[in-house]
Structure formats: C-alpha cells, structure tokens
C-alpha cells in the first residue's frame, strides 16, 4: 500500500473499550482531515443492504424453497443479516444459523440474550464482542461455535479435497455449515459463503511454524474433527 502512495499508520492492538483501538484512531483521522470519508464498516449499513440486495436473491434464485439453513459467521455482521433479511422475506422456514469463533460474544447473544466470551481465537476478521448496527435485528434463529482447530482443519481438507485454497473465515464457515447439516434431516440444503482466499494467509494459516505455535498443526484425513 505505501507503495502505490497510502499514507500507512499501523496501530497496535488494544481492546475496543481503548481510545486507541484501530476503529476509534481511524474516525479521528478521518475527522480531522478535510473532505475524508470514513467507511465505517461495521455501521454502515450499505454493507447489509448490498447483500440484501445481492447475495440474497444469488442464493434464492438457486436454490428457492429447497433452500433449508444459511450458515455464517459475523466480522460486521452484514453478510448474514442481508442475506438473512431476505431469505427470510422468501420463507419463515429459512434457518439463518450464527457461526461464532471462540472469544466473540454474539454466540452468547443469540443463545442467552447477553454479550458473554468464552475462550479466544486467532482468526481474523470474524468475531465481535458488542451489536453492530449491520447486525442489530438480524433474523438470527440458531448459533453454534466453531473452535481454531475445526476451522484450521478445514481450511487444509478444502484445499486437499476440493481444491480451494481459503482463509480462516470460510474455513470456519464451511465447518459450522456442515456441523449444522449434521443436526437437519437428509436431503436438507445448506448454504454458507466463502469469504476469504487464503493468499492473504500465507504467513499464519499457511506457515507450519504459526500452526505449531498455535497448537493447530492439521492431521485428520478426513471429516471426523467436525
């Protein structure tokens, strides 16, 4: 990026609740500097609307009222409130299911009613610990939690098996799109998307020395660590 001329400030890692979370530096810089425009991801609720408007009706026109569960993890939480919003317009007999990493805090919303963590993941880009406005009011019917090992796990059998190469987020996705199907009756139909490549990942996921590290080394052959 500094390359091609951005003005790149890296900020380290502290709690949302700090003044000096990447979120609350980029709104001040973005205040502070005549006609900036800040994006606002996580509360700009274009985000859901364009999924409303495009993932939705993608996922509808192919597989209509055969269509049993959508299964997704939350970063902004408007991929699986947009397309959630719509599908449910399609049918009430729609599942749109939560998939949460450990360490996020909507696992527990959708469960409980409150904003609890358990555990913690290295994932990146997915699990949040407060209500965004893309997620607020989600039609949310189900959650489950996917753990780093799983989601690592098949991040490797997808690209052993099907030949695609993904992040963490789809990784993480596909394994809690599967553990649902588990739990549905045969011949259900189950949706999730694949969010991230995993070039982005090369030196975490895709870096045995990161695997060893975060004791998420893959050895299974097959399906049995979902």
Request: charged letters at 20%; glycine letters at 10%; hydrophobic letters at 40%.
């Amino acid at each position: 990026m500094r390359t091609i001329g951005a003005d790149v400030r890296v900020i380290p890692a502290v709690p949302f609740a700090n003044p000096q979370n990447y979120y609350h530096v980029a709104r001040g810089i973005a205040e502070a500097t005549p006609g900036a425009i800040w994006a606002d991801q996580f509360n700009n609720v274009a985000n859901r609307a364009a999924h409303y408007a495009t993932t939705g009706p993608e996922i509808w026109g192919a597989f209509g009222h055969a269509l049993t569960a959508f299964v997704a993890a939350c970063g902004t939480g408007g991929t699986l409130a947009g397309t959630g919003l719509y599908l449910k317009e399609r049918s009430e007999q729609v599942r749109i299911v939560l998939c949460d990493p450990l360490g996020s805090a909507l696992y527990s919303q959708v469960r409980c009613g409150t904003l609890e963590t358990t555990g913690d993941s290295n994932l990146e880009g997915i699990g949040i610990k407060r209500i965004t406005d893309n997620f607020r009011d989600a039609p949310v019917d189900d959650a489950l939690q996917i753990d780093d090992r799983v989601a690592v796990e098949m991040v490797y059998w997808l690209l052993r098996e099907e030949g695609l190469y993904v992040g963490g987020s789809a990784g993480l996705n596909v394994a809690g799109a599967a553990r649902y199907a588990r739990t549905l009756p045969e011949g259900s139909t189950v949706v999730t998307v694949l969010c991230d490549g995993g070039e982005r990942y090369r030196s975490r996921l895709w870096n045995r020395a990161w695997l060893v590290e975060n004791d998420c080394v893959p050895t299974h052959t097959d399906l049995s660590f979902l």
